[in-house]
């Protein structure tokens, strides 16, 4: 779980870096907290993830990790899937090795 001023102040830079005219941060809150998109700058939507967790306004996760104490929260995680005989984590998508598609050779060639 994220420190929800943090995220929000994240989020307001994210969604203002290409804009050429942007709301004050004040603004943006305040848009927020009234339920007011700013003409789709502020993600009333995506911006409360408290739903991904919860039902019925209930935590149904089996466990809810800080941002800011991310390593520990990791760690006890990792000990306590280690003690089910679960260790581990799958390989990164990128490290999982694909066939060569058929008809490909395999090798690339620099683009010119």
């Known amino acids: 779980m994220r420190?929800?001023?943090d995220k929000t102040v994240s989020d307001y830079y994210w969604r203002i870096q290409r804009l050429r005219t942007a709301p004050s941060f004040t603004s943006y809150v305040e848009a927020l907290a009234a339920?007011?998109?700013l003409g789709g700058i502020v993600p009333l939507a995506f911006h409360d993830n408290w739903p991904m967790y919860t039902i019925n306004d209930q935590?149904?996760?089996d466990r809810?990790?800080?941002f800011e104490?991310?390593?520990e929260g990791l760690e006890a995680f990792f000990a306590t899937?280690?003690?089910t005989g679960m260790a581990g984590c799958p390989p990164p998508r990128a490290a999982i090795?694909?066939?060569v598609p058929?008809?490909?050779t395999g090798t690339t060639t620099p683009l010119s």
């Open 3 to 5: 420190n929800p001023w």
């Open 35 to 37: 339920g007011d998109d």
């Open 59 to 61: 935590v149904v996760a």
């Open 64 to 66: 809810v990790v800080r």
């Open 69 to 71: 104490q991310l390593q």
């Open 81 to 83: 899937l280690a003690s």
């Open 97 to 99: 090795v694909r066939p």
């Open 102 to 104: 058929p008809g490909d």
